[in-house]
């Protein structure tokens, strides 16, 4: 399934990326790999072992943006908005948000409750783009 998306998204020439996988993204010549938090620390030795990889990574803290930065080449930051799927914990609110995208070089993507209902609130930030989930459910 993964090789038919990957080739699908070549197709159209949209990036596919494998989360958490490097040795799956690899053998079906993904564009890349997209990393939760927890792995950051593999980071580094990703872009090593594999230069021409883009590497995402979920970041949930402006400590978090601080520690991928060195070695990734996007960064997805959440929640932006009240989430369903994480309800339990703290958003940053659309302020919060631009404010951690400013202290970076990197490109920050928003993440997290993303609606067409609040996407707006979204375009003057420093964000470089979205992601979502369930609007497109």
């Known amino acids: 399934m993964a090789q038919d998306l990957c080739n699908l ?5 949209l990036l596919f990326l494998v989360a958490g996988d490097a040795e799956l ?18 980071a580094r030795r990703l872009r090593h072992d594999w230069p021409e990889g883009l590497v ?11 520690k991928a ?3 990734v080449d996007c960064a997805f930051l959440s929640p932006v908005f009240k989430t369903v799927s994480h309800g339990n914990v703290n958003i940053l609110g659309t302020e919060q948000f631009s404010e951690i995208c400013s202290l ?10 993303i609606s067409e ?3 707006d609130e ?7 783009g979205i992601g979502a989930i369930s ?3």
């Open 122 to 128: 979204l375009l003057n930030t420093n964000a470089a």
């Open 117 to 119: 209902e609040n996407a």
């Open 9 to 13: 998204s070549q197709e159209r020439d």
């Open 56 to 66: 995402s990574a979920a970041c949930h803290s402006k400590d978090a943006v601080y």
């Open 25 to 42: 993204a690899r053998s079906i010549s993904a564009d890349g790999i997209h990393l939760p938090e927890w792995q950051l620390t593999n």
């Open 135 to 137: 609007v497109f459910g």
């Open 69 to 71: 930065e060195a070695s």
């Open 104 to 113: 970076t070089e990197i490109p920050i993507l928003a993440l997290g409750g």
